[in-house]
């Protein structure tokens, strides 16, 4: 079965500090991957996407996410994280035809 | 441009009550889902829906129904309210084009079951 796994539950830093969020799926064939986020109280939003071609993919707010396929990972970076980074992180898998495919969040805490 | 509208936000059910969680969208998306959202739980699908008039059960579809009459609409009810369903529910539509779009959300609704 299809599947998205995140490696944490919870991540706290301190603002200015680098940040690597992992997410592995498991997936047969091409998948689509996405990161979202979600701010306290809030909905979900994309933060960025992947679908094919350059495996580095840039999004909003100076994230960024590195697809490997060898590793079957897609883990989320960004190089300074700020106070307002504080929220729920979300990895989500797609494949043709299929539901997505969400994992279980990571939530981050940036402490000021 | 509104996206992905749910009503209510907030809602409190006694036990055994009933009601119907609405969401729309105008961007004219094929693709409608209901989720849970609890914590620690990340999202589970509930019920989805491919098009207008269809309709396929998720992860966790017992103890709701759902119906999707017209394309920018898909109603999520509950016909007897459980505790166990206190949760935050979220709506999200995606357009057709294989896996390659993302998920739209709406802005959820809480609803606790006392």
């Known amino acids: 079965a299809q599947s998205v796994s995140q490696h944490n539950h919870h991540v706290i830093l301190s603002e200015a500090a680098s940040l690597e969020l992992g997410c592995n799926y498991s997936?047969?064939?091409?998948?689509?991957l996405f990161w979202y986020v979600q701010y306290p109280g809030q909905h979900l939003q994309l933060l960025l996407k992947?679908?094919?071609?350059?495996?580095l993919v840039k999004g909003i707010k100076g994230f960024e996410a590195e697809f490997i396929k060898s590793k079957f990972s897609f883990n989320l970076r960004k190089p300074s994280v700020q106070w307002s980074d504080t929220a729920e992180y979300f990895c989500?898998?797609?494949?043709?035809?299929?539901?997505?495919?969400f994992g279980p969040g990571t939530r981050l805490s940036v402490l000021p | 441009n509104a996206g992905v509208t749910q009503t209510p936000k907030f809602r409190v059910l006694k036990t055994g009550q009933s009601m119907t969680l609405l969401c729309a969208q105008d961007?004219?998306?094929?693709?409608m889902y209901w989720y849970r959202q609890d914590p620690g739980m990340g999202l589970r699908l509930i019920h989805y829906?491919?098009?207008?008039?269809?309709?396929a059960k998720g992860e966790v579809p017992d103890g709701y129904n759902v119906s999707r009459l017209k394309k920018q609409n898909f109603l999520l009810g509950l016909e007897s309210a459980a505790p166990s369903q206190t949760s935050v529910y979220f709506c999200?539509?995606?357009?057709?084009?294989?896996?390659?779009?993302?998920?739209?959300f709406g802005q959820g609704t809480r609803l606790t079951v006392v």
């Open positions: 999200a539509s995606s357009s057709m084009t294989g896996g390659r779009t993302e998920a739209f």
């Open positions: 997936y047969g064939g091409t998948v689509n």
């Open positions: 992947y679908f094919s071609g350059d495996p």
């Open positions: 989500a898998g797609r494949t043709y035809g299929q539901n997505f495919v």
């Open positions: 961007m004219n998306h094929e693709y």
């Open positions: 829906s491919v098009g207008e008039g269809t309709t």
